[in-house]
């Protein structure tokens, strides 16, 4: 009997130095495709297509698409800020300022979070500070998210979204703006509105 079909085959292409988000450091990459193959008795035999391809971090094995091989290494008064630090901090800050208000809980929920998240930890006078002049000036945080979105796995992208929803249900309720602004994020990140339910179901109280 004669066996035969596809198969996919992951091969890597190329191997170097890159910022992984995850890590928040300078480590080496393996940038892998995964090609199917024609191929006979469980043999790869001819190459047919490649179905995707992606950057695997060699230290914590964490993977992204491609584009994160453009992130440049920014440099500010602390030293490095990773790509997923950022992000928490403007998102929260967003979903802060949802519902029209500085709701104390929230801030100190905020507060509680990027702390957590962050390599600096900033003081609750100081991040309402932050918080106040960003209710000034505030900027549609779509376009960054759709920006970096590429740079995070799906892990740190529904983690974004489920700190979000600690912090617009922090007080006790979640208002319709605080929502919008939560699946504005949702799609601006490329998690679907399914997922988004599945996680509002999890960490909304009934």
């Not at 695997?56 to 994160?68: F, H, I, K, L, R």
């Not at 453009?70 to 929260?92: L, P, T, V």
């Not at 974004?160 to 208002?175: F, R, T, Y």
Request: charged share 25%; with cysteine; hydrophobic share 40%.
């Amino acid at each position: 009997m004669i066996i035969y079909g596809t198969k996919g085959v992951t091969i890597t292409t190329k191997k170097g130095q890159f910022l992984c988000p995850n890590c928040n450091r300078v480590n080496k990459y393996r940038h892998k495709k995964v090609k199917r193959f024609f191929h006979l008795y469980w043999v790869p035999i001819i190459p047919l297509n490649t179905e995707m391809e992606f950057v695997e971090c060699s230290v914590c094995s964490a993977t992204y698409e491609t584009e994160v091989l453009d992130y440049k290494i920014n440099f500010n008064d602390g030293g490095i800020q990773s790509i997923f630090e950022q992000a928490i901090q403007k998102a929260m800050i967003q979903i802060l300022l949802a519902d029209g208000e500085i709701n104390t809980d929230e801030l100190k929920m905020v507060h509680l979070i990027i702390n957590r998240f962050s390599y600096n930890d900033i003081s609750l006078a100081d991040l309402d500070s932050v918080v106040r002049k960003l209710e000034v000036n505030q900027e549609p945080i779509s376009k960054y998210l759709t920006a970096i979105a590429p740079l995070l796995n799906d892990r740190e992208k529904e983690g974004i979204l489920n700190c979000g929803l600690n912090v617009a249900s922090s007080d006790g309720k979640v208002d319709d703006n605080e929502l919008s602004v939560i699946l504005e994020i949702a799609n601006s990140l490329g998690v679907s509105q399914t997922r988004l339910k599945e996680l509002m179901q999890i960490s909304l109280p009934n």
